[in-house]
């Protein structure tokens, strides 16, 4: 019986694994997205800092350049806009994945020890009928020890 359950709880450890490696691939690959969403932000922000320097030290400057340039600007800025809600919809996804994985984590702990625990208590109950049946054998090999006598 003892057994039989550990078995049965071996196999939910083992499909507890299995959703632990998914939603690790899962946290891996959101991350990763993330990631690269912020790297484009970075380099938006970046590009953006570096034509308003250069906007700011140009003193020959049509108005119709100004114009021209001022216009670039406001779509850098639409898309440092939009690449910002991005990041921040993936931090969202990066911290549901993260919990998730967390609680597989949990889950895939736990019913190991659980199995850890149900096979030691089998081994020590072997362990113990073991014993039981030793000294029984000792017990009769000394009356009949005795009774020979």
């Known amino acids: 019986m003892a057994m039989s359950k550990l078995e049965r709880l071996r196999v ?7 959703e632990l490696d998914k939603a690790q691939d899962v946290f891996v690959a ?9 790297a484009q932000l970075d380099s938006l922000l970046e590009y953006h800092a570096d034509y308003v320097g250069q906007l700011t030290k140009s003193r020959d400057t049509s ?10 600007l406001d779509k850098v800025t639409n898309a440092i806009h ?3 809600i991005q990041v921040r919809q993936l931090d ?10 967390l609680e597989k984590r949990v889950r ?3 019913l190991e020890k659980l199995c850890q625990k149900i096979e030691k208590d ?3 109950r072997l362990e ?3 014993q039981k049946l030793l000294d029984e054998l000792a017990s009769q090999r000394f009356v009949r020890g005795i009774q020979d006598s």
Do not use: C, I, P, Y
């Open 30 to 38: 959101v991350r990763g997205q993330r990631d690269g969403h912020q």
């Open 63 to 72: 108005v119709t350049q100004l114009q021209t340039m001022q216009a670039f």
């Open 128 to 130: 113990k009928q073991e």
């Open 92 to 101: 969202e996804v990066v911290e549901k994945a993260h919990a998730e994985w």
């Open 122 to 124: 089998h081994h020590a």
């Open 82 to 84: 939009s690449q910002t």
């Open 12 to 18: 939910l450890a083992d499909l507890a694994k299995d």
């Open 108 to 110: 895939h702990k736990s």
